[in-house]
């Protein structure tokens, strides 16, 4: 019902900066708030960063400062600029999405279905 397709993982060096770009598609009435996890094999899937429908923002501390977080909100897209980036960035990073569809079938928590961001040092 709705998909979300992120894009824009790889391999970069330490420092280096990497864009990852979401769409979401499917029948799609609003989005309330669309961000990035993160997960590492072993451990939970983690916030990144989300951005609310207000423009409000929420970021990891380990992540702040470097990390930028937008939408395209015609798009139903979200991007994360990833800057200065550290070998302990390396996860697979998931898209979410807080989607409400047509239909009546209320709101739904959806995933992409996941990139890879690996920094070597």
């Known amino acids: 019902q709705v998909r979300l397709v992120e894009s824009g993982g790889g391999l970069v060096q330490a420092g280096g900066s990497l864009r990852l770009s979401c769409a979401a598609s499917?029948?799609?009435?609003?989005?309330?708030?669309m961000g990035w996890y993160r997960q590492t094999p072993g451990k939970h899937r983690d916030l990144v960063a989300v951005?609310?429908?207000?423009?409000?923002?929420r970021y990891a501390d380990s992540v702040k400062g470097r990390f930028t977080i937008s939408r395209d909100n015609a798009k139903n897209a979200v991007y994360l600029q990833m800057n200065s980036l550290k070998p302990e960035d390396t996860a697979v990073y998931y898209c979410?999405?807080?989607?409400?569809?047509?239909?009546?079938?209320?709101?739904?928590?959806?995933w992409g279905q996941g990139t890879q961001v690996t920094v070597s040092s």
């Open positions: 979410n999405a807080w989607v409400q569809t047509y239909g009546g079938s209320g709101w739904g928590d959806y």
């Open positions: 499917g029948s799609i009435a609003n989005i309330n708030a």
């Open positions: 951005l609310i429908t207000d423009d409000s923002t």
